[in-house]
Nanobody, 125 residues
């Protein structure tokens, strides 16, 4: 089992940047594929980005491709997402998640086994 805690959210103007962090405790992070999801008010939770267990493969939603970059540091049990050129439509609660499947890169909420509590990102126009 793994526990996940997100941080780094906040209020930023459109065009700005934020870096979200996800700290993992419990089982070693390299046992899991990792992902980030987001949920805006009144909308379903949606896939943002994912990374394989050793970081060799990354996956992005079309809406963030070219603007967001996911990375991980298994030695530090940390996962990050660098978010650049932020838009008002990026406003949401962002969640870090871990999946136990071997391949990683899941895009569905149901692919993931463990979730953090979320961190709010607000982008003003």
């Amino acid at each position: 089992q793994v526990q996940l805690v997100e941080s780094g959210g906040g209020l930023v103007q459109a065009g700005g940047s934020l870096r979200l962090s996800c700290a993992a405790s419990g089982r070693t992070l390299s046992s899991y594929g990792m992902g980030w999801f987001r949920q805006a008010p009144g909308k379903e939770r949606e896939f943002v980005t994912a990374i394989s267990r050793l970081g060799g493969r990354t996956y992005y939603a079309d809406s963030v491709k070219g603007r967001f970059t996911i990375s991980r540091d298994n030695a530090k049990n940390m996962v990050y997402v660098q978010m650049n050129s932020l838009k008002p439509e990026d406003t949401a609660v962002y969640y870090c998640a871990a999946e136990q499947s071997y391949g990683g890169g899941g895009r569905l909420v149901s692919d993931y086994d463990y979730w953090g509590q979320g961190t709010q990102v607000t982008v003003s126009s």
